[in-house]
């Protein structure tokens, strides 16, 4: 049963604390995302994987790193440094990482930072 | 800057009818179009995408219009039915922007009353 998982569904934490989040695909998918949504806005990209052991800024990379080591897993951390980290997270993939293939997109975390 | 934009927040329909959720943009450089289903405390599915090179694109009860010269794209689901029900972003993306990047509307929430 392919897809992606993303753990945990609710993540707590308090300010000043790295927290990473997990995202994890069975989808053979070369290319995954890592994107936040807030109340009232879109979802923004944050940081974008084609290829194993490569990935690239989004629109709002500041606060955040990534890692790409493995092409199934591409988790996230949410640094001190991010100034608003409250927000639902959600990770996608696509079979490739160009702008014609539709993104599959895991169930999202919820992360709020006290 | 939001490159994409759904003016309408909510909508809600009688089951049966048409539902109509509108979509515009900004970049003329936006080439491929999608439309994303979400249920709450869940990631957005997939629902149906055009590319610019048509105007029209149908599946099932959905069919997505595009206007390029008015930058607007429009999904239309007849007949409605409550478990259609749900958020509904639509997406685009550039093959010549930098970054494969796609860029998402705010969403619009559908009620589809029984």
């Known amino acids: 049963d392919g897809g992606i998982t993303q753990s945990p569904k609710y993540l707590f934490r308090k300010e000043g604390q790295n927290v990473t989040l997990s995202c994890e695909q069975n989808?053979?998918?070369?290319?995954m995302y890592w994107y936040r949504q807030d109340p009232g806005q879109g979802l923004r990209l944050i940081y974008y994987s084609q290829i194993v052991n490569d990935f690239q800024k989004g629109d709002i990379a500041e606060g955040y790193s990534v890692s790409r080591e493995k092409k199934e897993s591409f988790p996230l951390t949410v640094t001190s440094a991010q100034k608003n980290p409250t927000a639902f997270y959600l990770c996608a993939s696509s079979i490739k990482g160009g702008s014609s293939y539709e993104q599959y997109f895991g169930p999202g975390t919820r992360l709020t930072v006290t | 800057d939001q490159q994409v934009k759904q003016n309408s927040p909510s909508l809600s329909v009688q089951e049966g009818r048409i539902s109509i959720l509108n979509c515009d943009y900004t970049n003329s450089m936006f080439d491929y179009f999608l439309w994303y289903k979400k249920y709450p405390a869940e990631g957005p599915t997939f629902l149906i995408s055009i590319s610019s090179i048509k105007d029209k694109n149908e599946d099932g009860r959905f069919t997505v219009f595009l206007n390029k010269s008015a930058k607007h794209l429009s999904l239309h689901i007849v007949p409605s039915q409550p478990g259609d029900s749900a958020v509904y972003f639509c997406a685009a993306s550039a093959t010549f922007l930098t970054g494969n990047q796609f860029y998402f509307g705010t969403g619009t929430s559908l009620t589809v009353i029984p």
């Open positions: 989808l053979n998918h070369d290319a």
